[in-house]
């Protein structure tokens, strides 16, 4: 049930223990689903519950729970998987001590990252107690995982035509009177019908007052005879990601929804103009700052405009980079982005947005989705 070779993961976990050497980590404790799924395959939302896949330089182990020792066997390269046994007041650290002792890691240099859902600010307690001298290492694995390799971007162009897909699938039942839920189901169901796979967070959807909202919220309304309907969504294929934006006018368009869009576009086109090899990606939020504050929304606009996208698990489809004010990240061929120019006007009520995924090359951006950029009207 690998997604890729063999041979893939095993570069993977070659280039995280490269890194690990190079800061004198003895073994990685990785907690991240997304970095467990990357550097083995292994596919679970047991990330709920304390898990800890353990890297070292002769190997690697797994500590999970009974319920998925036969995910891991099915899904993942590890071979040696631990089982903590659920119980009154069981502590899965002291499991944890054990199997790192069995693999001669008792007292050394442990790498941990901790800025995870997959770690409960619990038993991130509990590791610190029993593990005293534990060296924060969040940024390793997805700094490793922000290049994604050509099977990886090959994931992602598929997940970029689901997306695609289902919008279309939706787009002829936007109308007066027409019912969110429909929408939404039909979006969510395309995915499906192509084979692709759960977002790592809800189909956005909303209209009329909560066409400003940039969330999910539960829910459903009916499509007022002029209305506007924001939507954010991702096309997935193997937990890899690729997002889009619109809002859909109901009727006719108000003035504003036709100059915001205007701005929007503009700035879009502005922000892939700068998603170029080699520069920062705070320069891509100075382009977006430019072109919205030029057109008079400065304080419509957010103060982000983007983020990283590879393969991702609940509660989020975002990767921790994004595009803001002096960003320093810099960009490389290989990295996924997915830009979103939102505009919400709390004084008129108008929202506006757009935005798509795009991939770096050698050149510059080369968007993923072939959905036009014009103002979509029903």
Known sequence: MLHFAPEEYAARRGRLRAEMAARGLDAMLLFAPESQYWATGYDTFGYCFFQCLVIDHEGEALLTRSADLRQARLTSTVEDVRIWKDAAGADPTADLADLLAARGLAGKRLGIETDTHGLTARWGAAMAARFPGLVEASEIAPRLRLTQSPAEIAMTRRAAEIGDACYLKALPLIRPGADEAAILAAMQGEVFAMGGDYAGNEFIIGSGEGALLCRYFAGRRRLDERDQLTLEWAGVWRHYHAALMRTVIVGDPRPEHRSMHGAAEEALL???????????????????????????????????????????????????????????????????FFLHMILMDSRTGAAMTLGRTSLVTETGAEPLSALPLDLPLR
């Open 270 to 336: 502005a922000c892939e103009a700068a998603l170029r090899p080699g520069r920062a990606m705070g320069e891509v939020f100075a382009a977006h700052a430019a072109a919205l504050d030029r057109a008079g929304f400065g304080a419509a606009r957010l103060n982000a405009c983007g983020y990283a996208l590879a393969a991702r698990f609940s509660p989020s489809w975002m990767e921790p980079f994004m595009f803001y004010e002096n960003a320093e990240t810099e960009m490389a061929p290989g990295m996924v």
